[in-house]
């Protein structure tokens, strides 16, 4: 990006429309590892890597604040500011549908269902270690979800 930073966006705004808004990439940007299409959410940020760059697993923080750069286009419902990794989708696991936490290694149909159900009941997650309390999850799942989840 151009202009990196923390932009506010559009509930449904793509990740093109913020590139755009961050002044477009840089001529050796790896645009083709970005899903432009695809609605970037609250809490989420996109790393555009380099031609030909290695990307390591990012950590997901556990809170953020909304923030605006100045000079970009103020619009309303969500931030982009927590992490989302270009090489590999972290999937928010306070966000996810069942079948999108269906896209988990060693997660199917039942245990999505019961993640969902049990963050509908007691509230976000704030951190991996609170999905052991998940009936399916333990210690053997949570090191396989290590690094693709984020809260």
Do not use: C
């Not at 990794?85 to 549908?97: D, E, G, K, P």
Request: hydrophobic share 45%; aromatic share 4%; glycine share 10%.
């Amino acid at each position: 990006m151009k202009h990196p930073g923390l932009y506010t966006v559009a509930s449904g705004e793509r990740w093109g429309m913020v590139l755009t808004k961050a002044g477009g990439v840089l001529k050796d940007a790896d645009i083709r590892s970005i899903n432009l299409a695809e609605q970037a959410q609250d809490g989420q940020q996109l790393y555009v890597p380099k031609v030909n760059e290695t990307v390591a697993p990012a950590a997901a923080p556990t809170t953020g604040s909304p923030a605006h750069v100045p000079g970009a286009p103020a619009a309303a419902d969500a931030t982009v500011g927590a992490t989302r990794q270009v090489t590999s989708t972290v999937v928010n696991i306070n966000l996810a549908t069942a079948a999108e936490l269906e896209a988990l290694p060693g997660v199917g149909p039942a245990l999505s269902q019961r993640i969902v159900e049990f963050r509908e009941q007691n509230g976000p997650f704030k951190s991996a270690a609170e999905l052991d309390a998940v009936s399916g999850i333990g210690p053997a799942m949570l090191k396989k979800l290590e690094g693709l989840i984020g809260f």
